[in-house]
């Protein structure tokens, strides 16, 4: 069984700071996938970001970037100069290469104060 | 963003009444997928398809069925909806054929049965 845990429900970060999202995963597969996906209020789930487990280079798209350490099975999200836009649920998701389901955690809840 | 629309965006049904939901991608993914957003669950799978007629079942399955008789239609039915069937539910789609593994989500379709 493959499970995500996002242990923070909420957080909050100031205007143009920077903000860790904190995610941890259990596998027993080698090959598989990451994401970060972000839900505003829209409801509409975006992806933010994708790893891909083989490669050890951390992923980045513009001012947000992932620390994956495999060995540890963590998987968090940096978002830099933090924008009141930034503000909504992310959920981190696991993606076997052996399987199609997206296994999702519970989501973490960004507040974005100016 | 993906081409994938759902429809209805909102629909409120009594208990008992069967209820389809509509998925429609114009992006020619062999993949689809049908989830459901509950509070303090995440997302969850609960059919997917991987190509014309070709289905299976995913984590929560119960009480649903589906069908796709088009590359770009896929239909989940609510046989006899049931209150614990009011939910959020999203259509996804993806080509690992074409190496894309990453799942892109459609807008979302609340549910309410009474």
């Known amino acids: 069984a493959q499970t995500v845990t996002q242990s923070q429900p909420e957080m909050s970060v100031q205007e143009a700071e920077t903000v860790t999202l904190s995610c941890t995963y259990d596998t027993s597969e080698s090959d598989y996938y990451l994401f970060w996906y972000k839900q505003p209020p829209s409801r509409q789930m975006i992806l933010v970001i994708r790893?891909?487990?083989?490669?050890?280079q951390n992923a980045t798209e513009n001012r947000f970037s992932v620390n994956f350490q495999k060995a540890a099975k963590s998987f968090s999200l940096k978002i830099s100069d933090s924008q009141l836009g930034d503000a909504a649920m992310y959920f981190c998701a696991l993606l076997s290469n052996s399987g199609y389901a997206l296994n999702f955690g519970k989501g973490t809840s960004l507040l974005v104060t100016p | 963003d993906a081409g994938i629309t759902q429809s209805p965006r909102h629909k409120v049904t009594e208990t008992g009444t069967p209820v389809t939901l509509r998925c429609h991608q114009t992006e020619n993914h062999r993949y689809m997928y049908w989830y459901r957003q509950d509070p303090g669950h995440g997302l969850r799978l609960i059919h997917y398809?991987?190509?014309?007629?070709?289905?299976d079942k995913g984590e929560v399955s119960d009480g649903y069925s589906v069908s796709r008789s088009k590359t770009e239609d896929f239909l989940l039915t609510l046989e006899s909806a049931t209150s614990s069937q009011t939910s959020v539910y999203f259509c996804?789609?993806?080509?690992?054929?074409?190496?894309?593994?990453?799942?892109?989500f459609g807008p979302g379709t609340r549910l309410t049965v009474l």
């Open positions: 790893q891909e487990a083989y490669k050890q």
């Open positions: 996804a789609i993806s080509d690992p054929d074409r190496h894309t593994d990453t799942q892109y």
């Open positions: 398809s991987y190509g014309v007629k070709d289905t």
